[in-house]
């Protein structure tokens, strides 16, 4: 079966996932094992200056303060590449995922071409299947919804913005295929307590999403309706919180 | 069934056996002994009813523990009341009559179970039992129970009475919520036994139970019969469902071969034999209903195994139906044959009349077949055709063949009777014609379709039918004519039926049961199992199963495609994988948010710690990053470049910049706003002291020490609110009480504002509390007495300041008079100035540059010090500055005229240097002193001599000021000098009038305000002082307009010189007072050197560049506007630290076109429009601004429109506050012009 080859090679390419994760996790770990050393050193040098402010000299304090700096900035690096790591390792699971999509899109049109061959097909398994492809269709939905807030990250900002006006197209020839997605179809998704929710309403990820163009904007993603948008604005955008410490400075 | 049934009859028991139970456990105690305690009358009135005793009787019975003894009332049964005194009675006869009473019930139920009924026998028994039980768990009560005699308590009399029958009430009915049904899986119905025994198993198992006990086996009971059979027939559909072929589905072609139609109506549908596949219709063969499940025809009915013959044609297969005498006929022959017919009409069965055919009829010989005597035939109804033919082989062959139904009154009078037409092949009427006369060609047709049914339907035995080969045959015949399927499982009947079942089968089977002598047992089980399937045609014997392997063989052709499932669970599993790749992705984000905050909150940490470790740090770093935002100009940003100003640190012994106290304060130098004050103050004397008056540096300064000043005053107050520890830089340990600095009321601040009230502080500590006062009253919300409270604190501030100016001075002036009599010391300062002056001057131009250079090396020299100075009285103080600036001999020569100068320029010069630099009090002190005896006030602006105007810059406090203002200056100095060259006359012509004018209006100017801040304040009591020189000695003008101009005359006397300077600074005069000033002065002001003058005396001559004029357009009024230079250098210019716009490049080309064309040359003006127009204009649209009070009104008067009046008035007011920046009088307001 030609789905089953590429499926096969899927399986291949993604045998490694686990242990790529686990590798980036034990990095990530590592790291942090470092810093909160580091962190302990800290509070101990804290401690020894509070408690000999006054006897130390000036030079003294000066080189205690320097090392509390520079184990600041150690752990700052540490920071950095933990964000790093957790961008590259998101980056690798939705590489995978975007691949899956693809194949499974070819995979179930494959199955429906067969269907479609088999004359009997009495409709007790037809409703079966159509209960498969509204599950499928929910998951578009939220592959979509999803793959949104998954491509920023690593991507510079400016390809980002491409990357979200390729988006909708990219996948909407999904969504015809299964027929349009009712939005009560995305709620209806049991929806994952963890899921990291965006935007100034603190909701989950749905719909078209926009992401401020401040690297450092602690949101980062915001449904179009929350900042009041229905259409991709032009040039670089900055989220309300943003625009407004950008206004500031 | 029964089995099924037979459980629910047990459940049924336990239920009751569980209400039973309950009643005893809490009421009965019986005594374990055997002896039936005495019951309580209730309960003895109960007790034949006790064994059915119901759930919902027991809840109806109140039991009362009374003296150890339970007593069970019935809550329908009336209790007698009973008073106290019949309780006592009672209680003894209850006493006595105790044992009575159980003998009596003892009695009494024994006799009641006398009777012989099995039933009641067992159920007594059943009783007994249970009271034993339940005794025997209530042990100790009864003994209890024994011990206490219950004589106090008064039982009522027993009253009961036997019940003869049995009448257990009916539970009330559960509503049918509380039922639910619920399907047995199929392994709960493996696990069960099916079948149920039925007569004729209980007989044969009866039998061999009868064998068995005789050969002295244990019997086998009917529940190990039931599961083995139950087991068996599982097994046998196992079998058959491995070997069972798939059952073809519905025939869509099928034709009921009664009638050879396939018409199908929901009244009339085509049955299917499940046997055979007999295809008939529900009326051609006599089933009024359809039969739920199975359905079989006759012949599969009743003699499944044997294929029957019809006793009517040669033919087999096709529907039959028994004959009354028990043979079997098809029932389309029974049909046809007119003598026979049908007993019963609607099931059209049995057969009758066979024998009423005439043997005429059995002697036809079939013209189809050929064979003779064999079966009846028919004839052709053709009137006069003979030819016979048997009814099958007429279908078979496709003749004509009718019947119409028709009401016939037969022999029997009233059957249901049909008109049957039959006719053979030669007399096949056409279509509907019933006479048999008819088209041929197409009758053939018609009936050909049938005809072709009709040869499929049946197949001819041959005339000795031999069983086994007729099978054969009929099956080859079949195969042929229909499909293999069909005649495959026609032939494969009887194996079908009882499919054999391998003996390590049964041995698996009969495991779970044990029974004696077991192979033996099965084999005859198996047998008379495959026996009893034949009989029954082989139909399984459980029901269920049977409909279930259908059902089952449904759902697999449910699932045809086996790679499409297989496809299907793929795709479940991929989306389990997408899934599972999904949540990855969700922790992966989530981990990534979690780092992103977890830098964030290192950040915070950090910047916590530092707070907490060094917050005196974090304090003086905002600190000092608000002082630095306050520069602009970034001009204390970098230390100074020494290798562009190389004799700075001649003059200042201590460089400070901000850059320098960052790096301190980071080092921990600094322990307290203090020590940050102190560095600052530094920072802007040495500024102030380094660089002249007028110069944007010193101006910067200034300000900077004002807001600076203010920052610092906050941190201070911030300082001392959070408690810092100036040791540690760390917070004390607890934090100090703050005193309410933003607490204070209006009224403090008006007390402090009445001099009065602070008359006991010193004039520093005054100005301190001001400027606390100012600064509170700044951060309050704005109100009107806010802004008039701040307006008066800063004039307070303002003009203490100026006080403690004037004390400085006049302390300085007392040094400075020591000094004069040879202090060292203060030579060495003077000198200090003196460098400075000299500095600004090499600035001038190129040549100065040039000297500059040469000086480089050697700094000012104290050689030339006093003998130069004090020429004149009145600038003897300034004496000894001048004596510093001689730099004596050794200088180089660009630099000797220079000395000479200045030495002409004696105290004069000296004066205004000092005035410039602004720090030092020396020379104000002089000019004050000057002023005072001439009885003008020190408002007159002098100060700025041409020479210095023209010198924007003298001076570079560090490099980045050096470079950005080198050109400016340059070339200023460049234009001066070109027009210098032709002007020194006629300014030495202009100043005498202007002089005059001076003189003419002394008392305007004085009337003006006391200024505000120290430096205009001391500018303008310079302006007095020179200009009582000039009114002294009348200046010869030409001298005057050289040094002015360029102080290239070297052999200019010293008092030539005073005077030269003297008439000058009138001209540059300050232009506060505007209004009363003499506009000749202002112009002075503007254009730098002498040109002004030339204006104010000839209204016609040329204009330069930055003059104030009005400006003509076609079709505006005059509007107020300044001549800018077109030549001026891209990088843009500043006259006297106020930036002059750069006109744009299309303006310039503008301009170059517009001259060619007019021919004559034009100006450019900018307007002072809110936009800043630019425009070429010929000299004869421009006015000179400024020059005439009245003139002025006119134009301001000029437009007709109030909105143009309004805007050329604003206009002016820029304008008037260009020239005031000009002049450098910081506290020009514009309103005051208007």
Same mark, same amino acid.
């Given at each position: ?17 686990? %242990? ?23 509070? =101990? ?17 000066? =080189? ?13 690096? %540490? ?65 979509? =919804?999803?793959?949104?807030? =998954? ?26 295929? %299964? ?71 | ?94 006493? $006595? ?245 049908? !007993? ?277 770093? !905002? ?192 040094? $400075? ?418």
């Amino acid at each position: 079966m030609a789905a089953g080859m590429y499926l096969e090679h899927y399986l291949d390419s993604i045998e490694n996932l686990p %242990f790529e994760l686990q590798r980036n996790f034990n990095l990530m770990r590592d790291l942090d094992q470092r810093t909160e050393d580091l962190k302990g050193q800290i509070d =101990s040098l804290a401690k020894e200056y509070t408690a000999n402010a006054r006897t130390l000299s000036s030079e003294q304090k000066l =080189s205690i303060l320097r090392q509390i700096q520079q184990s600041y900035s150690k752990c700052k690096e %540490f920071g950095d590449d933990k964000v790093q790591l957790a961008m590259q390792t998101y980056e690798m699971v939705d590489k995978h995922i975007r691949r899956l999509d693809t194949d499974l899109a070819r995979f179930e049109a494959d199955l429906k071409e067969k269907q479609i061959e088999s004359t009997d097909y009495d409709s007790t398994s037809s409703k079966g299947k159509k209960v498969e492809t509204r599950q499928k269709e929910k998951k578009t939905a939220k592959t979509r =919804s999803k793959v949104k807030s =998954s491509d920023e990250d690593g991507s510079p900002k400016s390809a980002q913005k491409k990357v979200k006006l390729l988006q909708p197209g990219e996948f909407n020839s999904p969504a015809n295929n %299964f027929g349009n997605v009712h939005p009560s179809d995305v709620l209806d998704m049991p929806v994952d307590p963890n899921e990291p929710t965006y935007c100034l309403c603190h909701q989950v990820s749905y719909g078209e999403m926009i992401g401020c163009d401040n690297t450092d904007c602690s949101i980062e993603w915001f449904h179009f309706a929350c900042v009041g948008l229905t259409t991709k604005p032009r040039g670089k955008w900055y989220c309300p919180r943003c625009s407004q410490d950008r206004k500031r400075k | 069934m029964r089995k099924v049934r037979s459980w629910e009859c047990e459940t049924v028991a336990s239920g009751l056996k569980m209400g039973r139970g309950r009643g005893r456990g809490r009421g009965r105690g019986r005594g374990s002994s055997g002896q039936l305690r005495p019951p309580s009358p209730y309960r003895l009135q109960l007790s034949p009813s006790r064994e059915t005793l119901t759930y919902a009787q027991a809840q109806k019975i109140v039991e009362v523990d009374l003296e150890g003894r339970l007593h069970r009332i019935n809550i329908t049964d009336a209790l007698p009341v009973i008073t106290e005194d019949e309780m006592m009675a009672q209680d003894i006869a209850e006493c $006595n009559s105790n044992k009575e009473n159980s003998e009596q019930t003892q009695t009494k139920t024994r006799s009641w179970r006398k009777p012989p009924n099995s039933k009641s026998r067992k159920s007594v028994k059943n009783m007994s039992h249970q009271n034993q039980r339940s005794g025997s768990q209530q042990h100790t009560g009864p003994t209890n129970s024994l011990q206490q005699p219950a004589h106090h308590i008064p039982l009522p009399e027993p009253v009961f009475r036997v019940l003869s029958s049995v009448c257990p009430s009916e539970a009330p009915p559960l509503p049918t919520a509380y039922y639910r049904f619920i399907e047995k899986s199929m392994e709960e119905q493996d696990s069960v036994a099916e079948y149920d025994m039925d007569e004729e198993d209980l007989a044969w198992l009866e039998m061999v139970n009868q064998k068995r006990v005789c050969d002295g086996h244990a019997s086998v009971s009917a529940d190990a019969f039931e599961l083995l059979i139950d087991r068996l027939e599982r097994e046998s559909i196992l079998e058959s469902r491995s070997q069972a072929l798939s059952q073809s589905a519905v025939d869509e072609d099928a034709f009921c071969c009664v009638c050879l139609d396939d018409e199908c109506l929901n009244s009339n549908v085509i049955l299917f034999c499940d046997i055979c596949n007999l295809a008939v219709h529900q009326e051609c063969y006599g089933v009024p209903y359809v039969p739920e499940g199975q359905w079989l025809c006759r012949c599969c009915l009743q003699s499944p195994s044997r294929p029957v013959d019809c006793v009517l044609c040669p033919n087999q297969g096709g529907a039959f139906k028994q004959t009354s005498d028990g043979r079997w006929a098809h029932v389309v022959c029974a049909i046809w044959i007119p003598e026979v017919c049908f !007993s019963n009409t609607v099931f059209l069965e049995p057969v009758e009349g066979v024998k009423n055919i005439p043997p005429a009829r059995w002697k036809l010989t079939c013209y189809l077949c050929k064979q003779k005597g064999r079966g009846a035939s028919i004839q052709c109804h053709k009137a006069n055709c003979y030819r016979a033919f048997h009814v099958t082989c007429a279908q078979k062959a496709g003749l004509f063949m009718k019947i119409d139904p028709v009401r016939e009154t037969g022999v029997n009078g009233t059957t249901f009777s049909v008109k049957k037409t039959a006719f053979c092949e030669h007399h096949s009427p056409v279509g509907s014609r019933r006479d048999g006369s008819g088209d041929e060609s197409v009758e053939g047709r018609l009936v050909g379709g049938r005809g072709n049914r009709g040869q499929r339907s049946y197949t001819q035995s041959p005339p000795p039918p031999p069983p086994p080969n007729k099978k054969a045959a009929k099956g080859q015949k079949k195969k042929n004519a229909k499909g293999s399927g069909r005649s495959t499982r026609r032939s494969a009947v009887p194996v079908l039926l009882v499919p054999q079942i391998p003996s390590h089968r049964l041995n698996k089977i009969c495991t779970g049961v044990e029974v004696q002598r077991k192979n033996q047992f099965m084999q005859r089980l198996h047998n008379y199992w495959l026996l009893k399937r034949q009989s029954r045609n082989g139909m399984p014997l459980i029901r269920r199963l049977h409909s279930h392997l259908q059902a089952q063989k449904t759902a697999e052709q449910r699932e045809p495609d086996e790679k499409l499932c297989a496809a299907r669970e793929e795709l479940r599993y991929w989306q389990k994988l997408r899934q599972d790749l999904e949540r990855a992705r969700l922790l992966v984000e989530l981990i990534r948010k979690r780092e992103r905050l977890k830098r964030e909150q290192m950040k915070i940490q950090q910047a916590a710690l530092e707070l907490q470790l060094t917050p005196a740090l974090v304090l003086l770093r !905002s600190t000092l990053e608000q002082l630095q935002e306050k520069d602009t100009a970034k001009i204390f940003s970098q230390p100074v470049n020494l290798s562009e100003v190389p004799d700075y640190l001649e003059f200042i012994s201590q460089p400070m910049d901000f850059s320098t106290m960052c790096t301190k304060l980071e080092g921990h130098a600094y322990c307290s706003i203090a020590d940050i004050e102190k560095d600052f103050n530094l920072m802007i004397s040495n500024c102030l002291k380094y660089n002249s008056k007028d110069t944007m540096f010193h101006k910067t300064a200034l300000q900077l020490r004002e807001v600076g000043g203010a920052v610092l005053r906050h941190a201070h107050r911030q300082s001392q609110s959070i408690g810092l520890d100036p040791s540690t830089g760390m917070h004390l340990p607890e934090s100090p009480n703050r005193h309410g600095f933003y607490n204070c009321t209006w009224d403090d601040v008006d007390s402090l504002l009445d001099p009065e009230n602070r008359l006991h502080l010193t004039t520093d500590e005054q100005l301190k509390a001001l400027l606390d006062k100012l600064d509170m009253v700044a951060s309050m919300r704005t109100s009107g007495g806010r802004t008039k409270r701040i307006r008066l604190l800063r004039r307070e501030i303002n003009s203490l300041r100026q006080k403690r100016n004037q004390q400085q001075q006049q302390n300085s002036h007392s040094v $400075n008079e020591e000094d004069d009599e040879g202090e060292e010391e203060e030579l060495d300062e003077e000198e200090e100035e003196k460098g400075v002056k000299e500095k600004k001057k090499k600035k001038r131009g190129p040549l100065r540059a040039m000297s500059k250079s040469g000086t480089d090396d050697s700094p000012p020299v104290l050689e030339l010090t006093c003998p130069v100075s004090s020429p004149l009285p009145g600038d003897a103080p300034l004496e000894p500055p001048v004596l510093g600036l001689v730099p004596g001999g050794r200088r180089s020569p660009g630099r000797s005229y220079k000395r000479q100068r200045s030495s002409r320029g004696g105290g004069k010069s000296q004066a205004e240097d000092e005035a410039e630099v602004g720090e030092t009090p020396s020379s104000q002190q002089e000019a004050v002193h000057e002023v005072t005896p001439l009885g003008t006030p020190p408002t007159l602006p002098l100060v700025g001599v041409g020479r210095r105007t023209s010198v924007l810059f003298k001076k570079a406090k560090n490099g980045a000021r050096l470079a950005k203002n080198k050109s400016p200056p340059e070339q200023n100095g460049k234009e001066s000098e070109g027009k210098s060259n032709g002007l020194d006359s006629t300014l030495a012509s202009s100043s005498p009038p202007s002089v005059t004018n001076i003189m003419t209006l002394p008392p305007t100017p004085s009337a003006s305000p006391a200024p505000p801040s120290p430096s205009s304040h001391h500018l303008r009591s310079r302006g007095p002082s020179s200009e009582s020189e000039a009114d002294k000695l009348p200046p010869p003008p030409r001298e005057e307009g050289l040094t002015n101009g360029k102080h290239t005359s070297a052999d200019h006397d010293d008092d030539d010189k005073q005077l030269t300077c003297s008439p000058s600074p009138p001209k540059r005069s300050r232009g506060k007072p505007a209004l009363a000033k003499v506009p000749n002065s202002e112009h002075g002001d503007i254009c730098g050197s002498g040109q002004s003058t030339l204006l104010s005396l000839d209204r016609e001559s040329e204009l330069g560049p930055l003059d104030l004029v009005w400006a003509k357009c076609r079709g505006y009024p005059s509007y107020p506007a300044m001549i800018v230079d077109p030549d001026m250098p891209q990088e843009g210019l500043l006259h006297n630290g106020i930036p002059i716009p750069v006109p744009p490049v299309e303006v310039l080309k503008l301009g170059d076109f517009r001259e060619t064309e007019e021919g004559e040359k034009l100006f450019l003006v900018l307007f002072f429009d809110t936009k800043r127009t630019w425009q070429w204009l010929p000299r004869n649209k421009l006015l000179p601004m400024g020059m005439d009070n009245t003139a002025d009104k006119l134009r301001l008067m000029e437009g007709k429109k109030p909105s143009v009046r309004k805007s050329v008035h604003t206009a002016y007011d820029r304008a008037m506050v260009h020239l005031n920046h000009v002049r450098g009088n910081l506290n020009f307001t514009p309103s005051n012009f208007i």
